[in-house]
């Protein structure tokens, strides 16, 4: 039996990515998500850690990523890259692939280029250019959005990042998380806090527009803990946010974790109930592009309700409707 939501309130309209960019546009642009092989994070590489954060095992992310068991990884201390044809190569045939199915099923016109696998900062600087110019230079992309980690940028790659700005649309997507240094080490981050205010903070000195990536339901982490990080990332004037429930998947350092009953995932009812907690405390003009993620293979191992995105995107729909929200 479908619950009937009686509404006592005009509904308001949550901000989205999508409103944006027809604000600012005057018609809808689709995001082409792009995995270049070769990129690797710091701290999968040994830098700043080993094994990567306790719940990524990339592949899952990364539905364009070719040539998976590539060795090759890169660096900004790589002195070369022998790969840099390959790699052109594969963002071309990736966004001509997936512009092809935009077109075909939306009928999609404008695009920004979405650099999502692994940490698309941390490479060669001439690697970098090549790379975000050869995207800038497809017909009908307006711009770039480049997903990375605080400890991963550089004044120098900002500072170019900004030049493109000018006559592009030039967004950074910062994988947060969480603001507690204690989650952080727990989960392998290899960051900090601190580490994150100042990078973010410099990334907007630059004029950069900004996309904050937290996830709900990292280990020990209360409610309050969840949306006191939600608070510090709003302090530093951040322009957009995305929310990822934790999922556990195959091969991954958490993996052994929740077989060893040592973690407890988050349920759907809290995840729901503090997701809409969190886009009810969003200031005006801070515009939302992710509320949930999931996936539907045989990789996910808890908890189950991750499996099906459409139906967790339905009832999150229904809880914003009960307090006059409209996704």
Excluded at 20 to 39: A, D, Q, W
Excluded at 119 to 127: D, I, V
Excluded at 133 to 139: D, G, P, T
Excluded at 292 to 297: E, L, P, R, V
Aim: charge should be positive; aromatic fraction near 12%; include cysteine.
């Amino acid at each position: 039996m479908v619950k009937e939501i009686k509404l006592n309130m005009p509904l308001q309209e949550v901000y989205t990515i999508g409103r944006y960019f027809r604000n600012k546009f005057n018609e809808k642009v689709y995001k082409v998500p792009i995995s270049i092989s070769g990129f690797t994070c710091p701290n999968i590489d040994g830098t700043v850690a080993h094994g990567g954060c306790s719940f990524c095992e990339n592949d899952s992310f990364s539905p364009n990523l070719q040539d998976k068991k590539n060795k090759f990884k890169l660096s900004p201390k790589t002195v070369e890259n022998p790969y840099l044809e390959n790699q052109l190569k594969q963002l071309e045939m990736q966004f001509f692939a997936t512009k092809t199915r935009l077109e075909k099923k939306f009928g999609a016109k404008k695009f920004i280029v979405y650099f999502q696998s692994f940490t698309n900062t941390y490479a060669p600087f001439e690697t970098l250019k090549a790379l975000y110019e050869k995207a800038l230079s497809f017909e009908n992309v307006l711009g770039l959005s480049i997903g990375t980690r605080t400890d991963c940028v550089t004044d120098e790659i900002l500072d170019y990042l900004k030049e493109l700005s000018g006559n592009k649309e030039i967004w950074v997507e910062y994988g947060i998380q969480s603001f507690y240094d204690k989650t952080l080490t727990e989960i392998n981050r290899g960051d900090t806090a601190s580490n994150m205010r100042y990078w973010i903070n410099r990334t907007k000195e630059k004029g950069l527009l900004v996309c904050a990536h937290l996830i709900y339901g990292l280990p020990n982490e209360t409610q309050k803990m969840m949306l006191h990080s939600l608070d510090e990332t709003l302090k530093l004037n951040v322009d957009s946010i995305k929310f990822h429930p934790l999922y556990v998947v195959k091969n991954t350092l958490l993996t052994n974790e929740f077989k060893k009953g040592e973690f407890t995932p988050i349920s759907e009812e809290l995840y729901i109930d503090t997701v809409v907690k969190s886009i009810q405390k969003l200031p005006l003009g801070v515009n939302v592009q992710r509320i949930t993620a999931g996936i539907s293979d045989a990789s996910l191992l808890a908890p189950l309700w991750c499996r099906n995105k459409h139906q967790q995107m339905d009832k999150i729909r229904k809880a914003l409707l009960e307090v006059g929200l409209c996704y």
